[in-house]
């Protein structure tokens, strides 16, 4: 009973919805484990909930009043990771101004979490296996070996297994690093809980945009459970927001649903290696619905400042203009007369023909919007643009973005 109630708490503590039994499982390993100081290695698909359980970990630990450091390895330049691990000293390598803490040492007395530690290189992997050993670790640019006092969390939606057989990851860090595995079951696994989260998705976009939430009838329910959701718990999200920014109607049928579905019917859901693919596709539409949101609260105010203006010096509520009945809207123009005479003409310069923002133009400017209102910061600017740091930093690059 105890333990059911633990489960409990922590899932209103992080948020986390559901009461599949495969989750559960997860989550009562995690707490089970927070306790000691072994190492964890989550694993699952992309797009379910992984970074959780790092937080889970930490706050349920003896180190809880130590930091917790997140690490994204695969949003990070493989010519930089060690630095960024593991700092370095003033003048190891061109740019390298001042001496600087890694990761490692900042979260000393704390826990560490590495998240797509299977995209980490060779060669930092033998430095990582040091400190999971030893506990020790050297600047780049010195000599001088220090230690650290770490928990050390990983996460990952590659297969090792398969990537030892590869030779791109050692097998004896793979050991180290899942002394205690967490696997995170995919969104197919727990088909009880898909209403429930399309539910909470729909009414946290309503309370973020200030909307009518959208809800299910009966017949879409009986498809959106069945289906094999091969993004997981982040392609909900975006069915629902898409949903919610497109459609009129707020109660939404079967028919309407399954316009949202219709690309991966039929498809089988991707495997761990794979799931990655999806997060590419995934990026585009996510830049796509945040335009459209910006763009329906730019009308919204627009109208609001209308209203406003059309109330001002008549002393009467403001009121919308009705929609004109005239179809020929030629007649309303002035006619010219053939003998009509003007005081000074003007020299007309036809402006060249807008040309239309492409796709790519239309997510380069979300982007740099984000950037800039989150002083460059990349971390704070994926999180606004519902995507990981890792992706960011690869649109950023595939667009041509310069900071």
């Known amino acids: 009973m105890s333990n059911t109630n633990n489960i409990l708490s922590t899932k209103q503590r992080f948020g986390i919805i559901g009461n599949s039994e495969l989750l559960n499982r997860a989550l009562e390993i995690a707490l ?22 790092p937080k889970i970990i930490h706050d349920n630990s003896a180190r809880k009043h130590g930091k917790y450091v997140a690490v994204n390895c695969g949003a990070i330049p493989e010519g930089t990771i060690d630095s960024e691990l593991f700092g370095h000293e003033k003048g190891a390598f061109t740019g390298a101004v001042d001496s600087r803490k890694g990761y490692f040492e900042e979260a000393d007395g704390g826990t560490i979490f590495l998240d797509e530690v299977g995209e ?30 770490v928990r050390v969390v990983a996460a ?6 398969r990537a030892i057989s590869e030779g791109k990851f050692r097998e004896d860090l793979y050991y180290r690093l899942n002394t ?17 989260l399309f539910r909470k998705f729909a009414s946290d976009v309503a309370v973020q945009y200030r909307m009518p939430a959208i809800s299910l009838e009966p017949a879409a329910r009986e498809i959106i459970e069945p289906y094999p959701w091969p993004g997981n718990i982040r392609q909900l999200k975006n069915v629902a927001e898409q949903i919610s920014a497109i459609e009129q109607s707020r109660e939404i049928s079967a028919q309407i649903l399954s316009t949202y579905l219709v690309e991966q019917r039929g498809t089988s859901a991707p495997s761990v290696t794979g799931a990655a693919s999806y997060d590419d596709m ?27 203006l059309q109330g001002y010096g008549v002393g009467v ?9 005239h ?6 123009l002035p006619q010219h007369t053939e003998n009509q005479e003007y005081d000074y003409a003007e020299e007309v310069i036809e402006d060249q023909q807008a040309v239309p923002a492409t796709k790519a133009d239309m997510q380069r400017e979300q982007i740099m919007r984000a950037l800039r209102r989150n002083g460059g910061s990349r971390r704070a600017a994926a999180a606004e643009l519902f995507m990981s740091e890792r992706t960011l930093y690869r649109r950023i690059k595939d667009l041509g973005i310069e900071e």
Request: hydrophobic share 40%.
């Open 120 to 149: 980490l290189p060779l060669s930092t992997q033998v430095r990582l296996l040091r400190v999971l050993q030893t506990g020790e670790f050297i600047r780049v640019g010195s000599a001088k070996v220090q230690k650290t006092n």
């Open 156 to 161: 990952t939606n590659n297969n090792l297994q």
């Open 180 to 196: 205690v595995p967490i696997a995170v079951p995919a969104l197919r696994e727990r088909p009880e809980d898909i209403y429930l």
């Open 327 to 332: 179809k020929d809207f030629a007649a309303l």
């Open 317 to 325: 509520a403001p009121t919308m203009t009705p929609e004109p009945k």
């Open 32 to 53: 089970r484990v927070a306790p000691t100081d072994l190492s964890v290695l989550v694993t699952g698909e992309s797009g379910v909930g992984k970074e959780f359980f």
């Open 282 to 308: 995934n990026t585009e539409r996510e830049l796509l619905y945040k335009v459209l949101f910006d763009m329906r609260n730019d009308i919204n105010e627009m109208k609001m400042m209308l209203r406003q």
